[in-house]
T-cell receptor, first 109, second 117 residues
Framework: DAKTTQPNSMESNEEEPVHLPCNHSTISGTDYIHWYRQLPSQGPEYVIHGLTSNVNNRMASLAIAEDRKSSTLILHRATLRDAAVYYCILTGTASKLTFGTGTRLQVTL | GAVVSQHPSRVICKSGTSVKIECRSLDFQATTMFWYRQFPKQSLMLMATSNEGSKATYEQGVEKDKFLINHASLTLSTLTVTSAHPEDSSFYIC?????????????FGEGSWLTVV
């Protein structure tokens, strides 16, 4: 499975936008980019996914670079409930969804 | 989004006994499910891939005779920890792949805390 690289941690103030980067330079043409987040003592929660075009949903936006070697998860207005570990993962039809260390997002008042 | 449910959410068992954790996809059929374990402050570690109607595929270093996986139907996979020991205490998480989504999105259960005393 292609690997992803994320910063270990990021901080944000509440109600400000947050941009969480992810590098995936070895992505293949059929890999989707998935983002999950995990709160303490809970299973990962699906956030968003995309292939080539930018995507929006009620939780976040996903901006995908034109060469697909990087992507950015955008939380438009961070709240305290958004504090979690965010994982960027590449998935193909047969991929196993291997987790890296993710980015721990801290949100402060 | 799709729902995956795990049961029990917490279980305590005595050393030497076996414990079963169930994983159900509630609103979609899942030919493939995955089992992970997670230690505190660490990332998820894939243990095995469960395929409906066939044997599970285990990751390197995971004992298949200790962690028995059964995927007898399109909505249910079970993980049985046999002869449990305190070092098996961990957070176990299952997930299921929804082939109906554009990206074959995988959804996760709530996780199950296992404590072996």
């Amino acid at each position: 499975d292609a690997k992803t690289t994320q910063p270990n941690s990021m901080e944000s103030n509440e109600e400000e936008p947050v941009h969480l980067p992810c590098n995936h330079s070895t992505i293949s043409g059929t890999d989707y980019i998935h983002w999950y987040r995990q709160l303490p003592s809970q299973g990962p929660e699906y956030v968003i996914h995309g292939l080539t075009s930018n995507v929006n949903n009620r939780m976040a936006s996903l901006a995908i670079a034109e060469d697909r070697k990087s992507s950015t998860l955008i939380l438009h207005r961070a709240t305290l409930r958004d504090a979690a570990v965010y994982y960027c993962i590449l998935t193909g039809t047969a991929s196993k969804l291997t987790f890296g260390t993710g980015t721990r997002l801290q949100v402060t008042l | 989004g799709a729902v995956v449910s795990q049961h029990p959410s917490r279980v305590i068992c005595k050393s030497g006994t076996s414990v079963k954790i169930e994983c159900r996809s509630l609103d979609f059929q899942a030919t493939t499910m995955f089992w992970y374990r997670q230690f505190p402050k660490q990332s998820l570690m894939l243990m095995a891939t469960s395929n409906e109607g066939s044997k599970a595929t285990y990751e390197q270093g995971v004992e298949k005779d200790k962690f028995l996986i059964n995927h007898a139907s399109l909505t249910l996979s079970t993980l049985t920890v046999t002869s449990a020991h305190p070092e098996d205490s961990s957070f176990y998480i299952c997930s299921a792949r929804d082939l109906a989504t554009s990206g074959n999105t995988i959804y996760f259960g709530e996780g199950s805390w296992l404590t072996v005393v």
